[in-house]
C-alpha cells in the first residue's frame, strides 16, 4: 500500500473531528492534523464547513496555516510567518518534506544547491539525511542521491493537493492528453488494418507460390516418365538388332559326309 492509500484513514479521522468542532476548539485539530507523520493531504479538511467559518474570525490564521500545509512551501511560510501561528517541530519537518514534494512536481532532478535553499539546509550531509530518513524512508519519494552531480534524481513522488486554480490547467492537460491517445488509437488501429491486409495478400502469394511449385513438380514428373519410357523402348529395338546381327554373322558349322 502506497503512501496515498494510506492517508485516507488519517483524513476520514481529522474530516469527521472537525465536522464536530467549531470555533477556537478546531486550532487544536490543525495544530493535530499538520503535525501528524503519515498525513499529507489537506483538502479535504479545509473542505469541512465548520473550518471554512473561520475566515474572518479570531482565529482565521489556523485557516490560512491549514491551506499553506495544503499548497505551500518552507520559503512561502517563513515569508508570511508574521500572520502565522509559529510552527512546533513535527510541523516544521512536515513543510520541509511537502516543499521537497512541490519541488519534485515540476522537476525531475533537483539541485543540491536549489534544495538547501528551500529547506535551510546548511550542508551536504545534513540534506542527504534529510532525504533519505524524513522523506525516503517515508514513503513519499523514490529517487537517487547523485552525490558527484549533487543532485536528486526523482523516481516517484506523492501528489499534494491541487492549488486554487489548477484544476483548470489540470482539465487542459487531460483533454489534450485524452486527444493524443484517440489520435494514437487511430493510427494504431490504421497500422493494425494495414498489417492484416499485408498479411492476407501474404497468404495469396504464397499459397499461389506453392501451387505453382506444385505444377512445376508434376510437369517435371510426367516429363521425366515419358523420357524413361522412350529410352526403354530405344533400348530394346537396339538389343534385338544386336542380336539378330550376332545370329546372323555367327559361323556355321559343316557338315561331314558319314562313310
Known sequence: MD????????????????????????ANVVVEATSHPSLFAFSEILSV?????????????????????????WSEYKNSAGHLPELVPDQVLKLKQLTVLTLAETDKVLPYDTLMQELDVSNVRELEDFVINDCMYVGIVRGKLDQLRRCFKVQFAAGRDIRPGQLGSMTDILANWLTTSDNL?????????WAD?????????????????????????????IDS??????????????????????PKRRRHPIG
Open 185 to 193: 488509437l487511430v493510427s494504431i488501429k490504421e497500422k493494425i488494418n
Open 3 to 26: 503512501i496515498e492509500e494510506r492517508q485516507a484513514d488519517h483524513i476520514d479521522y481529522f474530516v469527521k473531528k472537525a465536522s464536530t468542532l467549531k470555533g477556537p476548539a478546531l
Open 49 to 73: 464547513p465548520s473550518v471554512l467559518e473561520l475566515e474572518g474570525t479570531e482565529n482565521s490564521a489556523f485557516l490560512d496555516l491549514l491551506r499553506m500545509f495544503a499548497h505551500g512551501t
Open 197 to 225: 491486409t499485408m498479411g492476407e495478400m501474404d497468404k495469396k502469394h504464397r499459397k499461389e507460390t506453392e501451387d505453382r511449385v506444385e505444377e512445376v513438380k508434376k510437369t517435371l514428373s510426367m516429363k521425366a516418365a
Open 229 to 250: 519410357r522412350g529410352h526403354e523402348e530405344n533400348f530394346s529395338e537396339l538389343g534385338g538388332v544386336m542380336d539378330y546381327d550376332h545370329d546372323r554373322n555367327r
